[in-house]
Nanobody
Framework: EVQLLESGGGSVQAGGSLRLSCETSGYTREWKYMGWFRQRSGDEREGVAAIFIAGHTAEYSDSAKGRFILSQDRAKNSLYLELNNLEPEDTAMYYC????????????????????WGRGAQVTVSP
């Protein structure tokens, strides 16, 4: 069974930092895309950052640019998201997601294209 497991969430004050990790289990091939999404209470899930694994270039949402840093470990099929200068508006459940090479054209920051999802890691930022 393919599983994505997030870790590293928590509670911080505004201006603080967190580092999220996502590990893959049950899947030995390399993903095509991996990404981080978040969902605030009452809102739809939105793309935060994503990467074409073989290309190494990350894409970011406007809210993430300049504050969040996406990185990967291809050998481990793992993905990381460094969250810096956090704001209360960043409070959300953060999800890791992945797409295999079975899938064709993809919009990396669009949630509907992703095949596999983790259960999420809560990030809470207080004023």
């Amino acid at each position: 069974e393919v599983q994505l497991l997030e870790s590293g969430g928590g509670s911080v004050q505004a201006g603080g930092s967190l580092r999220l990790s996502c590990e893959t289990s049950g899947y030995t091939r390399e993903w095509k895309y991996m990404g981080w999404f978040r969902q605030r209470s009452g809102d739809e899930r939105e793309g935060v950052a994503a990467i074409f694994i073989a290309g190494h270039t990350a894409e970011y949402s406007d809210s993430a640019k300049g504050r969040f840093i996406l990185s990967q470990d291809r050998a481990k099929n793992s993905l990381y998201l460094e969250l810096n200068n956090l704001e209360p508006e960043d409070t959300a459940m953060y999800y890791c997601a992945a797409i295999s090479w079975k899938i064709g054209r993809v919009a990396p920051l669009e949630a509907h294209g992703y095949e596999f999802w983790g259960r999420g890691a809560q990030v809470t930022v207080s004023p």
